[in-house]
């Protein structure tokens, strides 16, 4: 064998990989050590707690203080658009009405404290997915905004995130879809949508909860490239709540139409019981191994709302004798069917003012436990000061 020159050997040892070098002889005495590359420093901005993802969390529905069947004014004092004049949804969803993003000024990142010094929401009504990750990674931009993961990168450039909570899979599952369907087939096909609908959402889950926990990976990579560690934050992953209670809890009966025409709840039975104790816990079920795939934390919200859905026998509709109120109230908003209608059918079937306290409260519960997986739930006859957390099943 062919003994090779200093300058060949020299060349070689340049082409072997990295972990080999760092563990050369340098002498009798020591080893050879390479400096790892300089890593950016953590901003030294304010501190943000930032929400991402869907509806859910963007503030969908904050416009409303429970519900009422009066179509005038004020809404019996649930409409927080009215100015006395007119309606105007800028009050609550700022510049984003116009998008349609719905960012409510009582959404769930801005009711939270004591978790950071300033909350920035970057969800957006509407959104899937890969409207979270990356442009360089497939992301899209969707209602003139760019990925949200891109905006989170441009934030964590400049202020230290603490927190950041996503809501995400909804719309990949075809939630709206689901309440169209459900809806519709009490209203005009006089048949139950459960069956169907149950094979769409199965057929739909794989590709959904890969896109949760790609959105998820997004968002840590986002996080990497402008210098944190795993340790200098926390994602917590959320789930979805029942707007609908079971048939058993619902305060009008089946037949007669005043589900749909006085209640704002147009569904079957045995539609309603499918989603409350089928679809919904399948769902909370599914996100919660995604967040153990993925090491980030979860709420299980699937329970948020027990009691004070939408038609919930322990809740009324809002008078000019009996005004809204957080004990009483709805904490969803119906769905707006008929001919005369309130707001903006994207509205329907999401936490309404009183929810997005109770969500920001959860929020701040979740902060001051960290590592572990829990559920949030509301305790009945009280507002949002009455929400509590239990460890997650």
């Known amino acids: ?3 090779r020159s200093p300058q060949v050997k020299r060349a070689h040892l340049l082409r072997r990989p990295l972990a080999a070098l760092l563990t050369l002889p ?6 050879l050590t390479l400096a790892a590359p300089a890593q950016a420093a953590v901003p030294t901005g304010p501190t943000v707690s930032v929400t991402l993802g869907d509806s859910y969390i963007s503030g969908e529905a904050g416009r409303w203080m429970g519900n009422s069947d009066d179509t005038g004014t004020d809404r019996d004092g649930t409409d927080r658009a009215w100015n006395g004049s007119g309606y105007d949804p800028t009050t609550v969803y700022g510049s984003t009405y116009a998008s349609g993003c719905d960012r409510s000024d009582v959404a769930e990142v801005a009711s939270a404290t004591g978790i950071a010094q300033a909350g920035v929401n970057l969800a957006c009504s509407g959104a899937t997915t890969a409207d979270v990750f990356r442009a360089a990674d497939g992301g899209q931009t969707f209602k003139g905004e760019a990925p949200q993961a891109d905006q989170l990168a441009q934030l964590a450039a400049k202020d230290d995130v603490k927190l950041i909570t996503l809501s995400i899979g909804g719309n990949d599952l075809g939630f709206s879809d689901v309440i169209t369907s459900c809806a519709e087939d009490y209203l005009i096909w006089d048949s139950y949508c459960n069956s169907t609908q149950q094979q769409t959402i199965d057929a739909k889950m794989p590709a959904a909860m890969a896109g949760v926990g790609k959105a998820i990976d997004e968002v840590r990579a986002a996080m990497t490239a402008d210098g944190y560690t795993d340790s200098d934050y ?10 609908i209670p079971r048939s058993s809890e619902n305060r009008y009966p089946e037949s007669g139409w005043t589900r749909a025409d006085t209640g704002g709840c147009p569904f079957w039975n045995v539609d309603s019981d499918w989603a409350r104790d089928t679809l919904v816990p399948e769902v909370s079920d599914q996100l919660a191994k995604v967040a153990a795939a993925k090491g980030v934390q979860f709420l299980d919200l699937r329970d948020l709302l027990q009691g004070r859905e939408v038609c919930s026998t322990a809740t009324q509709l809002a008078t000019p ?15 707006d069917v008929g001919t005369t209608t309130q707001g903006t059918t994207q509205e329907s079937m999401h936490p309404d003012y009183y929810a997005q306290l109770a969500l920001g409260h959860c929020l701040s519960l979740l902060w001051a436990q960290s590592g572990a997986d829990y559920a949030c739930r509301n305790t009945a006859g009280q507002d949002a000061s009455g929400m509590y957390l239990t460890p997650a099943s």
């Open 1 to 3: 064998m062919l003994e």
């Open 234 to 243: 926390r994602i917590v992953l959320q789930s979805y709540p029942s707007p």
């Open 26 to 31: 340098l002498c009798a005495g020591g080893l």
């Open 321 to 335: 004798s009996s005004p809204p109120s957080a004990t009483t109230s709805e904490w969803a908003r119906f769905v």
